[in-house]
């Protein structure tokens, strides 16, 4: 627990008690004009757990940004003890451009932990891991699916981590996915460091989607209460449902190019070979229907209208933890 009575970033000291915003300088523009990234600072005057609360690691994952735009609108960053860190956009660039990526091209979520002489990208995440999670006892990140994949809300956690484990049925997602970590991303160096992290993934890219926000806040606001950080003033509601945890699963392919259609939704427990959606021409001459390869729930759809051959369209679970 990091009870230090001031917290220094950039030079700055936040003693308990303060409210702060740091602005971390990524870069001039070509203009010369500077491109910062602001850091949300919020103290209690009793002390307690730092939370460190993240989103826009890739620039064209709105959704994120709006539930850390919203836990700091309604005030549920100020903390009833310790300290809330909020970094709504790490990828200023990439949320500018309307772009998944840095300008230089790099993903930032395979360049961690960075380094202070490196791409632009390796920059900030040097900058993330040296400057603000030494300061978090646990991080929550906020990211949506890639392009027209919509992603169910999920908590992604490494298995058999009980301290992890504990905090994502807290979260109340519909779904927990257990995941490896992968190489070079900010989970896995925050869990390099012995920070834990619950990685959120809701919704698609360049979309808001307010349940999925909703879900989001929520979940952090059950985090907070748990934690002893979140004010009375705020309500807490417990989950609609009782997490799916998620041990295995599998990305269902298109088998032929054309126009797309899903005929489930998302969230949906669906038996071997019924059928989940259709691919079409435009010439009313083909119709194939999408069956499930085996029984489990949809948790991930395509939502583009026309995909190619080999286009992942559905992501399925294929093991549940009480199987």
Not at 174 to 190: A, D, E, G
């Amino acid at each position: 627990m990091s009870d230090k009575n001031v917290l220094e970033i950039l030079g700055e000291k936040i003693p308990l008690g303060k409210s702060a915003t740091v602005s971390f300088e990524v870069a001039k523009l070509h203009t010369r004009n500077t491109l910062d990234v602001p850091i949300i600072i919020e103290r209690s005057k009793k002390p307690g757990p730092t939370v460190l609360i993240t989103a826009g690691i890739h620039g064209d994952e709105i959704n994120g940004v709006e539930i850390v735009r919203q836990l700091i609108a309604k005030g549920i960053n100020k903390p009833k003890k310790g300290t809330i860190i909020c970094v709504p956009v790490i990828n200023v660039f990439g949320f500018l451009n309307m772009d998944r990526l840095f300008p230089d091209g790099r993903d930032l979520n395979r360049v961690f932990p960075g380094s202070a002489n490196g791409s632009l990208a390796s920059r900030v995440a040097h900058f993330v891991m040296t400057e603000i999670v030494p300061h978090a006892d646990f991080v929550m990140d906020f990211h949506t699916g890639g392009a027209d994949r919509f992603n169910a809300a999920q908590i992604r956690i490494i298995k058999d981590e009980p301290i992890l484990s504990e905090l994502a049925l807290v979260f109340g997602a519909p779904f927990i996915f257990y995941s490896k970590n992968l190489n070079k991303s900010f989970r896995n160096s925050c869990y390099k460091s012995g920070v834990p992290m619950l990685l959120f993934e809701g919704g698609k890219s360049f979309n808001i989607h307010s349940n999925i926000t909703n879900t989001g806040v929520n979940g952090t606001k059950r985090i907070l209460y748990h934690l002893g950080m979140l004010h009375s003033k705020f309500k807490v509601s417990k989950p609609k449902t009782k997490a799916t945890i998620i041990e295995d699963s599998k990305w269902v392919r298109a088998k032929f190019s054309g126009m797309f259609k899903a005929t489930v939704a998302i969230n949906t427990y669906v038996d071997k070979d019924d059928v989940i959606g259709n691919i079409t021409d435009p010439y009313g001459s083909f119709n194939h229907f999408v069956k499930a390869p085996n029984a489990g729930y949809i948790f991930n759809v395509n939502e583009s209208p026309i995909i190619y051959q080999g286009d992942a369209i559905f992501h399925i679970t294929t093991a549940l933890k009480n199987d």
